[in-house]
C-alpha cells in the first residue's frame, strides 16, 4: 500500500469481508453452536465453584445462540442476518470470557 492509498481503499475493511456476503446460514451456526456447546460445558463444570456465575453464564450463552437461530429463521436480508449473526457470537465470546474471568477472581480471592 502506498502512503498516497487512503485506509478505506480495497476490501480490508471488515463490513466488507467475505462471511458478511455469504448466504450459507452453517458458517455462522456451526462455529457459532460449537462455542456454546464449549462455554456451557464450562459453566456447568463452573456451577461447582460459583453457582450463580455459572447459571448466568449457562442462560446468556443459551440465549445468545438462541438468538442467533431465531435470527436464520427471520430475518431475509443476507446482509442483515449475518451482521447479526457477527454481533450475536461477538456478544456470546466476550460474555463467556468476562463471566470466566470474573469465576476465576472470585476463586482466587476467596
Do not use: K
Request: glycine letters at 8%.
Amino acid at each position: 500500500m502506498s502512503p498516497v492509498t487512503p485506509l478505506h481503499a480495497g476490501p480490508g475493511r471488515v463490513r466488507e469481508q467475505a462471511p458478511l456476503e455469504t448466504e450459507s446460514r452453517r458458517y455462522w451456526l456451526v462455529p457459532g453452536g460449537v462455542l456454546a456447546a464449549v462455554a456451557v460445558v464450562i459453566f456447568a463444570l463452573a456451577t461447582s465453584l460459583n453457582p450463580p456465575i455459572g447459571l448466568t453464564g449457562i442462560i446468556l450463552t443459551s440465549a445468545f445462540y438462541g438468538a442467533m437461530l431465531v435470527c436464520a429463521m427471520t430475518v431475509s436480508s443476507v446482509r442483515n442476518r449475518n451482521l447479526a449473526f457477527m454481533w450475536l457470537m461477538g456478544a456470546m465470546s466476550v460474555s463467556s470470557t468476562l463471566l470466566l474471568l470474573f469465576v476465576l477472581m472470585t476463586e482466587q480471592l476467596s
